[in-house]
């Protein structure tokens, strides 16, 4: 069974439960155009700028490290598929370990999936996280529209949101989102 709850208007995401999962969907348009928005999505030294450290190879089937500096995180993961410019498919496998040194969720796997289109001068990303822990999905949207946000003022020249003070006002929000999946 899949549920569907997309959040008030100041959420750009929407949380899911499939097969006893969370998915995180954010969609967002940018003042960018496709091939921009791309680049800044897939090139690690424009990566580090809005979103984290990342090394690695980012062709089908490369691995890849990436530390976020917030949530101090460090996770390896595979590019499933890279279609320029518009698509980017990756793997992880998240421990407890990968967070916060050992107090994260219990070991997961996700999906990732960044899918790009041009509309005029703007361009739209959707992005959907899939096979994440029911229990912390609502932590998980939030951290996904700050990354979102953080993407956005980086492409115009801005700075990067407040994380912590981001974090509290989006979360109750999502909080009520994943409440209504039952």
């Known amino acids: 069974m899949s549920s569907d709850i997309r959040g008030d208007e100041d959420l750009t995401g929407s949380l899911a439960a499939v097969a006893g999962k969370g998915v995180v969907r954010i969609e967002q348009r940018y003042d960018a155009t496709i091939d921009d928005l791309w680049s800044a999505v897939v090139d690690p030294d424009r990566l580090a700028r809005w979103y984290g450290r990342v090394e690695g190879d980012l062709r089908p089937g490369g691995t890849f490290r990436i530390h976020l500096d917030p949530a101090d995180l460090d996770s390896t993961g595979r590019v ?103």
């Open 80 to 182: 499933e598929a890279c279609e320029p410019p518009h698509r980017l498919l990756v793997s992880t496998r998240e421990t407890d370990e990968s967070w916060q040194r050992g107090q994260g969720p219990a070991p997961f796997d996700q999906t990732v999936e960044a899918t790009l289109s041009a509309e005029g001068d703007r361009a739209l990303l959707v992005i959907e996280v899939r096979g994440l822990p029911l229990d912390r999905v609502a932590s998980f949207g939030a951290g996904w529209q700050i990354h979102a946000e953080n993407l956005a003022a980086y492409l115009v020249g801005g700075a990067p949101v407040d994380v912590g003070a981001r974090w509290q006002a989006l979360l109750a929000g999502y909080q009520q989102l994943a409440a209504e999946l039952g």
